[in-house]
């Protein structure tokens, strides 16, 4: 016999909270139960297990013997004797104890066998009490107590003489009291109804005339269900069950009244028909290959169902006959293998659900089913199927998506629109630009002009550069909301990039009197992998607004830190502190959204344009990394970055001191910080040097004079710039007394050195380098100078210029004009062509090497900067390939370079163009280019013939 004990019902029937059992009954009426609930078991007083095996073993024996006829005949004819589906009879629990139990039951018929689900009510206490009442008041008294706490209310009535004799109950009516009228009762109940036909219902149920019949037939009234608001305010259906009884000490006829609420139980009469039946058009089980529809009804499901034609039959042949021909014939075969019985079995095997999607076309529509197994018994491989129709869902989400799809092609449209905008505004805006800055400039290298006129002109240049810095920051704002702002993944020099943000941030702190200082608290590599131009973009937004926003005499420590490392990354911190003017607590959370400002005079006074936090914010999080703030109001503001950059294979030294036994190296260093000369000594000790410390000149001098008496002298010295008592300078002088030059003197400073680099070489200093220290840029020093056996000195690569010839493209005559005079002020020799065209057929047209460079705008007639470069590097002659071109262009996106470097240019300069980033461009592309060879006529003795150098300024 089948064990039902995970079966198909038990699935769905055990969640109601009721006492069932499923029975099934063979051509000899034989009583073999297969399965019941938690709840039944308990009631008869054994575990699931036991009761079934104790019901099987007793049969008919677990019923009172004046009961087993009347269960006979039920089990024969599958009614009760007045034709209804409930009966009462006494049970026999496992234990000896005998239960009276209310049945309502309803046959099921499965596989052709008859089965019969009952749904038991212990009336037991119902019984006695009836017994109790011809016995003894008293005693049936006890018993309505114990009914009163899992009832809303429980009412003994005298019909005889119209009252209610004791009340009891969770929720009664006002009226509920000992001694009221039943008429009384009756009406309160009425009135709770919110409906008219539960009213009418009730009346006739419950009317006297109604009740007399009911007990001259020896019945009680049977159980009536209606929706009621009880004295507490609940809605709830509500179950009203009435006994009639007569007094055996007065003979008056008694009604013993339960009320109990009835939600649960309402629940589970529907759950079947109402709620699987309207999510599932189908709910089956699959047995040894066959299948049996427990839930559905072909006749009550809408068309497009592929409903079994029949309710049982072979589960294979109902997929190949009925569902496979509605799959189109591309996808049948992969459905086909996902319906298959053995790969259902296979799923099940592994996990207690699976789920098939399809699509069909029936009737020439397109629906779209769901089949989700479930496995009951894995071992006898017994499941449930059910399925489901998904077709207004899946139609609903291709809509939605393609909603979805339209939106991002319009968000597209619309983000390509602005950007093509924003570019063309981007130019014409620069443009102009261009010229106010450039005349402006010209204007102030006049000698004549007047202080109030010169006053005029830098404030002219001040206002330019501000709305110059905001054009940038609308393009990055731009970029970043449009998603084409790039973060590129390229190794660069941490060290030099630190170096760079020093010097300029240094600087700045200089001109303020603002005390700056940057630390390196732990072993930071030299090269990593990530983005150098938006990383330094980041910490120079931070910094920079840190000078603005300090006061003189503040300070600025800016520490970087090697927070965490993982596999091929590393997390960087940056923490730039200082001591200005702080940001308000309240205006903190505000600080990163776009056209902020805390106070509008102050940004104005300092130059903001309300769009530097909100790009630095977008910058860091494109970098995997997060930026926080903390802030006192006139105390100051400290920002901490973190961000993950790619570890670099870059052997940070290889090159530098293959062929220097680190190890026998002599190094002092002098620096009156103890943190500075800590992470001097732990990043030169991180390359095998072990240096000696000194906290002032005095000291140094101290040791300096041992190592000389003992023909050890030090073979480079490191001495900080700005010290108490005495300064690098002057340490330097007293060193060069006691050594000359053997030693190589290098100072350190975080400031720009260029006022003092004179005075600083004429007594000895062979270089300088920045704050913090970085091995690698010790080893570069230290090597140049061993291999020259020469002081080192500053390149000065702009007095190269002079007598180069440049050919300008550019179209616009007043752009032309300024160019042509700021080139001359380096004595340039400038010839112009008005388009591109013009400037490939001078070219063309000019002997080899007749120029140094070209400076080529971008947007041009006729022929634009693109075509016109493409144009000149696609030339047969030898000096094509090499010239330096360079894109002078108000086409500042990163888009913009990358074309400008794909036609063939060098640099790519945005305008307005910067002087010094131009005369820099220039010297270093020509000076790569003639090499060592000197200017010869028209051409060049010596000139190098490969390619250009490529540079992005």
């Known amino acids: 016999m089948l064990n039902f004990k995970d079966s198909f019902f038990a699935k769905l029937f055990d969640a109601i909270d009721n006492n069932s059992i499923l029975i099934a009954i063979d051509e000899n009426n034989k009583y073999l139960p297969i399965w019941c609930s938690r709840e039944y078991a308990e009631m008869m007083e054994g575990s699931i297990d036991e009761v079934i095996a104790y019901e099987i073993k007793t049969q008919f024996n677990t019923i009172h013997p004046d009961d087993r006829d009347k269960v006979a005949y039920i089990f024969e004819h599958h009614n009760t004797i007045d034709r209804k589906n409930s009966f009462m009879i006494r049970k026999i629990t496992s234990k000896g104890n005998v239960l009276c139990l209310n049945i309502y039951y309803a046959p099921v018929n499965e596989d052709g066998r008859q089965y019969l689900y009952l749904n038991c009510t212990d009336v037991t206490d119902i019984k006695v009490s009836q017994q109790q009442t011809i016995e003894m008041y008293e005693e049936l008294n006890r018993e309505l107590e114990a009914l009163s706490g899992q009832s809303l209310a429980v009412l003994r009535c005298n019909l005889t003489k119209g009252i209610v004799e004791r009340v009891s109950g969770t929720d009664l009516y006002d009226v509920d009291r000992n001694g009221a009228s039943i008429k009384d009762m009756m009406k309160a109940r009425l009135d709770s109804m919110p409906f008219v036909s539960d009213r009418e219902a009730y009346n006739n149920h419950f009317s006297f005339e109604m009740r007399q019949e009911k007990f001259h037939r020896g019945e009680d009234p049977e159980p009536l269900v209606v929706m009621s608001e009880r004295q507490s305010g609940k809605r709830c259906f509500v179950k009203f069950s009435v006994l009639l009884r007569k007094n055996p000490l007065t003979g008056d006829l008694m009604a013993i009244g339960i009320e109990t609420e009835y939600n649960n139980e309402k629940v589970s009469e529907v759950l079947n028909e109402k709620v699987l039946a309207n999510q599932y058009d189908m709910v089956c089980y699959i047995l040894d290959g066959k299948y049996g529809v427990s839930i559905g009804d072909a006749s009550k499901i809408k068309r497009g169902s592929i409903f079994p034609k029949e309710r049982d039959g072979d589960y294979m042949e109902y997929v190949r006959g009925q569902v496979l021909p509605c799959i189109p014939e591309n996808e049948r075969e992969s459905a086909q293998e996902a319906l298959d019985l053995k790969t259902v079995d296979e799923q099940l095997m592994q996990k207690d659900q699976y789920s098939v999607d399809i699509s069909c076309l029936i009737d020439g529509e397109p629906y779209f089913k769901r089949f989700v197994f479930y496995s009951i018994d894995r071992e006898k491989k017994f499941y449930i199927l059910m399925k489901e129709d998904m077709t207004d869902v899946i139609m609903e989400q291709q809509e939605k998506n393609q909603l979805l799809a339209d939106a991002l092609d319009e968000a597209e449209r619309a983000s390509y629109a602005k950007t093509a905008f924003l570019s063309t505004m981007s130019h014409e805006i620069r443009t102009p630009m261009n010229a106010i800055i450039g005349l402006d400039s010209i204007a102030l290298q006049e000698p004549d002009i007047s202080d109030n006129t010169r006053e005029c002109l830098e404030k002219i240049g001040e206002s330019a550069d501000h709305l110059l810095r905001l054009i940038n920051d609308i393009l990055d704002m731009s970029r970043i909301e449009s998603g084409r702002m790039i973060i590129r993944r390229e190794e660069f020099s941490f060290a030099d990039m630190i170096a760079q943000i020093n010097i300029m941030i240094g600087g700045q702190c200089r001109e303020k009197n603002i005390s700056y200082d940057c630390r390196i608290l732990n072993n930071v590599d030299h090269y990593y992998i990530g983005d150098n131009m938006k990383l330094k973009q980041i910490i120079l937004n931070i910094l920079g607004n840190a000078v603005k926003f300090t006061p003189e005499g503040g300070e600025i420590v800016f520490t970087v830190e090697k927070s965490a490392e993982y596999e091929n990354q590393v997390a960087i911190r940056f923490v730039m502190k200082d001591t200005g003017i702080g940001i308000d607590k309240d205006f903190i959370p505000k600080i990163f959204d776009a056209f902020a400002q805390e106070d509008v005079n102050k ?351």
């Open 603 to 953: 940004a104005n006074k300092f130059g903001s344009t309300g769009l530097g936090m909100a790009i630095t914010k977008n910058i860091v999080e494109m970098m995997n990394g997060h930026i926080n703030v903390d802030s006192t109001k006139g105390k100051g503001t400290t920002f901490t970055v973190d961000v993950t950059l790619g570890k670099s294979d870059h052997d940070n030294d290889h090159d530098l001191h293959d062929d220097i036994n680190t190890n026998e190296i002599n190094v002092l260093v002098i620096d009156d910080d103890p943190v500075d000369c800590a992470h001097a000594k732990s990043a030169l000790e991180n390359i095998g040097i072990t240096p000696d410390i000194c906290l002032s000149g005095k000291e140094a001098f101290e040791k300096v004079e041992v190592r000389m008496a003992r023909h050890e002298a030090y073979d480079f010295i490191l001495v900080d710039w700005k010290m108490p008592d005495q300064d690098g300078v002057e340490v330097t002088r007293q060193i060069r007394k006691l050594v000359g030059h053997e030693s190589l003197v290098i100072v350190l400073t975080a400031y720009n050195w260029d006022d003092i680099e004179s005075e600083a070489r004429e007594v000895g200093v062979d270089h300088f380098l920045t704050k913090p220290l970085f091995s690698d840029q010790v080893m570069k020093a230290y090597k140049k100078a061993k291999d020259s056996k020469i002081p080192l000195q500053k390149e000065k690569a702009l007095a190269r210029l002079k007598g180069r010839r440049v050919l300008l493209a550019e179209d616009m005559k007043i752009n032309a004009e300024i160019m042509k005079r700021l080139l001359k002020t380096k004595e340039v020799e400038v010839e112009l062509a008005e388009n591109g065209q013009i400037a490939v057929d001078m070219f063309r047209e000019s002997k080899d090497h007749y120029y140094d460079a070209i400076l080529m705008d971008i947007r041009m007639p006729v022929l634009d900067g693109l075509g016109a470069t493409k144009a000149i590097r696609a030339l047969s002659r030898p000096d094509a390939k090499e010239i330096p071109i360079i894109a002078m262009t108000a086409n500042a996106f990163d888009e913009d370079v990358q074309r400008s470097l794909q036609a063939g240019m060098n640099a790519h300069l945005s305008k307005p163009v910067e002087q010094d980033k131009l005369f820099m461009t220039l010297s270093e592309l020509i000076k790569w280019r003639i090499k060592e060879g000197e200017r010869h006529g028209e051409g060049y003795k010596n000139a190098g013939t490969g390619s250009a150098k490529s540079h992005h300024q």
